[in-house]
């Protein structure tokens, strides 16, 4: 960047949208992502309290960070976090072509006994993350499983890129008090360029990467979520003494992939026995989608045999 865009207009927000970057001089690049409206339509369709709510958010900038570095425009990014004493025993979100969905289920009572700002801890107890990556074009599936360990889903993030990708990264996620509105960076080494070299020669203290990183680490948890606040200028903040190149946004949408059809084929593939078992007294199965909580009844007659 070779000048202060800090007179952009106010109205440039970059709301659900992610954008990405790179350092060439360092080797580095990442992510910034805003959310606003995706997260108001995911939430409104659960009556999620505030805790709740609030960890969602952060699984869903931490899922558009982590999305929106695929290369393969039809792959999908899925991430979990389970355990197995946690007052939230599942948390799934994912990441497919912009499109953002997620939920949480978790013990209500339990949850009540807590604080107002439960830790990560209170939440899930013993638990783990686990980040698979889907790619369309080859068909090919990795996934990587951590501990979910620290004060929050970022720092267990860290940890996957640490011991999973041997990737020096940073990563910084922000949510606003009404927990509608939230930010995130993800930071990332490459010390042979863009494309990266093999892992195992990856340095964690690398000393381009100790530059890049002790810049990123100055930024505020309120500029991440500021809608006033250019993602531009955001970086020039940042990174003012080093050449910057902000690539094309990725547009964030909230997408969920259920469907009466969808549904329908899925019961289709069961035996009439089985069909026979799930329906109701009037010949009609419910199926709650968890993402949406939509439900789509199917009658047993509209089947094909």
């Known amino acids: 960047m070779s000048s202060n865009p800090s007179s952009a207009p106010a109205s440039v927000t970059n709301l659900d949208e992610a954008i990405g970057f790179t350092l060439p001089h360092r080797h580095a690049r990442g992510r910034l992502v805003r959310l606003g409206p995706v997260l108001d339509e995911v939430l409104s369709a659960h009556a999620y309290p505030a805790p709740i709510a609030r960890i969602l958010s952060e699984a869903l900038t931490l899922t558009a960070l982590l999305g929106a570095m695929l290369k393969d425009a039809g792959g999908q990014l899925t991430l979990q976090a389970q355990t197995e004493s946690g007052i939230v025993d ?16 978790f013990d209500m009572e339990r949850l009540a006994e807590t604080p107002a700002l439960p830790s990560l801890a209170q939440l899930f107890g013993k638990g783990y993350l686990a980040i698979t990556f889907d790619q369309a074009a080859t068909k090919e599936r990795y996934q990587g499983i951590v501990p979910l360990e620290g004060d929050s889903l970022a720092e267990a993030a860290q940890s996957f890129f640490a011991q999973s990708e041997q990737i020096p990264s940073l990563v910084r996620i922000a949510i606003d008090d009404t927990g509608h509105v939230a930010g995130g960076l993800l930071l990332q080494h490459l010390p042979e360029g863009e494309e990266g070299r093999e892992r195992l020669h990856t340095r964690l203290d690398h000393p381009e990467w100790e530059h890049v990183r002790i810049l990123a680490e100055t930024i505020r948890s309120n500029e991440l979520f500021d809608v ?13 003494e080093e050449e910057v190149r902000v690539l094309a946004a990725v547009p964030l949408v909230r997408g969920c992939r259920c469907s009466a059809e969808h549904v329908r084929g899925i019961i289709a593939r069961f035996s009439d026995e089985e069909r026979s078992d799930m329906a109701d007294e009037n010949g009609t199965i419910s199926v709650d989608c968890e993402f949406c909580s939509k439900s789509f009844p199917i009658a047993t007659d509209d089947l094909e045999p």
Do not use: A, I, Q, S
Request: proline letters at 3%; hydrophobic letters at 40%; one cysteine or more.
């Open 90 to 105: 599942l948390l799934v979100c994912d990441y497919r072509g912009g499109e953002l969905r997620g939920y949480v289920r």
């Open 228 to 240: 006033d606040l250019p993602v531009e200028t955001l970086l020039w903040r940042l990174f003012n």
